[in-house]
């Protein structure tokens, strides 16, 4: 009975801190993201003065980290390494590193997202927290609670938030001890930043798809193909970051070659199509101004840019490549555009990023919940099919006792599921 009343009353510990938790996450949520709204507009109405500077943008971020950064430039790392309880504490000096140096990418053109530092941002200061409350596994759970309120305070998807927070440490297990902080400190964060300006994206899709066989066929392929997409991407995320370092071996240095030639490139290649968060082939995918090499071209400058050591995250690339490749492939498969575009922005996600629940979830809370057996549907074989690779290095697939768990076992081990 006494362990009983103990692990309510942590609970509505960790609940009570979760609230205030969430609440400062999405004022500092607000503020990032206004900022960087208001720094791509000025970019892409002046990106002959910003994107030949890319590189010396890079040098700035780079002398920074070196200087006042500690173990802050390993970024999403740090998260992994204090679930594995290999580390307990994040240095909260990374939470404004990480800010200015995500501006500075995409003020001077770098491609990168903004959610996976926001994330970051928010795991870093539950961490903090965490660590000040004597509470067993306070810690651990705080950090994914704040995980879950820079994601939704920033994106304003709360749901998906908590379920991406919970699922995405350990590839095929659910953090359930997290649950309940981590939905109350995700609220918290939406209503926040919604109360101060920040906006949600939301799209209504146009078509009336009926799921039947054909459809349903359709889909398994198309989910397999955005598989591949987001597979693709995390292996040449790895393989770039490698060859660059070796080619180059001082990172000062090698920031500023590549970023100068990242941003030449962009110039070229449409004044800056392919710079900053890809939101503008977001929007060209649901307006059917999409050119077919476009997924191809942003999947380049993002591998390029984070490869190089700039700062931002990869999730909205993401969408607008697997949203540009929808598109592209609606033609293809006889399916909506809209709708393809909607299935790949959410499933080249979950390919990525080795989740399955979490793009369902962003799809349902951004699209409609009446999509949902198609999103499903897609992100289940992009879930499956990607090879077992991710983004995060240090992803944990270690977890027992649920059915993803065994999916994510035979991916590994190469068995038929």
Same mark, same amino acid.
């Given at each position: ?8 009353? $942590? ?34 109405? $002046? ?52 800010? &200015? ?146 080619? &180059?071996?001082?990172?000062? &240095? ?99 990023? $080795? ?63």
């Amino acid at each position: 009975m006494k362990k009983t009343s103990s692990f309510y009353q $942590n609970q509505l510990f960790l609940c009570l801190a979760s609230v205030l938790l969430g609440a400062v996450i999405g004022a500092i949520c607000t503020l990032f993201g206004t900022v960087l709204q208001k720094i791509t507009d000025f970019r892409s109405n $002046n990106y002959l003065l910003f994107l030949p500077f890319l590189g010396l943008a890079g040098v700035l971020i780079v002398w920074c980290y070196n200087r006042f950064g500690k173990d802050s430039s390993k970024g999403m790392s740090l998260l992994f390494e204090v679930d594995r309880d290999s580390r307990r504490d994040i240095p909260l000096i990374l939470i404004p590193l990480l800010m &200015i140096s995500t501006w500075l990418t995409h003020l001077f053109g770098g491609s990168a997202g903004r959610e996976g530092a926001a994330v970051q941002i928010g795991g870093t200061l539950g961490s903090y927290v965490g660590n000040k409350i004597k509470v067993p596994g306070a810690n651990r759970t705080l950090m994914i609670a704040g995980m879950a309120a820079g994601f939704a305070g920033l994106f304003r998807t709360p749901l998906a938030a908590v379920i991406f927070a919970l699922e995405v440490l350990r590839c095929g297990t659910i953090e359930y001890s997290a649950l309940l902080p981590s939905l109350v400190s995700a609220y918290t964060a939406n209503f926040v930043s919604g109360m101060l300006g920040l906006e949600k994206l939301t799209r209504s899709l146009s078509c009336e798809t009926t799921l039947d066989f054909p459809v349903a066929i359709r889909l398994v392929a198309l989910g397999v193909i955005f598989s591949l997409l987001g597979m693709l991407f995390s292996v040449l995320l790895k393989k770039a970051k490698s060859v660059l370092a070796d080619l &180059i071996k001082k990172d000062i &240095i090698r920031i500023l070659i590549s970023g100068t030639i990242i941003g030449l490139l962009s110039l070229i290649c449409f004044h800056g199509r392919y710079s900053g968060l890809g939101t503008n082939l977001i929007s060209a995918a649901f307006s059917g101004d999409i050119m077919p090499w476009d997924f191809v071209l942003k999947m380049f400058f993002t591998v390029l840019t984070l490869a190089a050591g700039y700062y931002g995250g990869e999730f909205t690339p993401l969408f607008s490549i697997g949203a540009s490749a929808g598109f592209v492939l609606a033609a293809v498969f006889g399916l909506p555009a809209d709708l393809c575009a909607a299935l790949g922005y959410i499933a080249v996600l979950g390919s990525a990023t $080795n989740t399955f629940f979490a793009p369902v979830f962003i799809g349902a809370e951004i699209f409609g919940t009446e999509y949902m057996p198609m999103f499903v549907i897609v992100c289940a074989l992009a879930y499956i099919c990607n090879g077992n690779k991710t983004i995060y290095p240090l992803q944990n697939s270690e977890g027992q006792g649920s059915v993803l768990f065994l999916i994510n076992n035979a991916k590994s081990k190469g068995q038929a599921i």
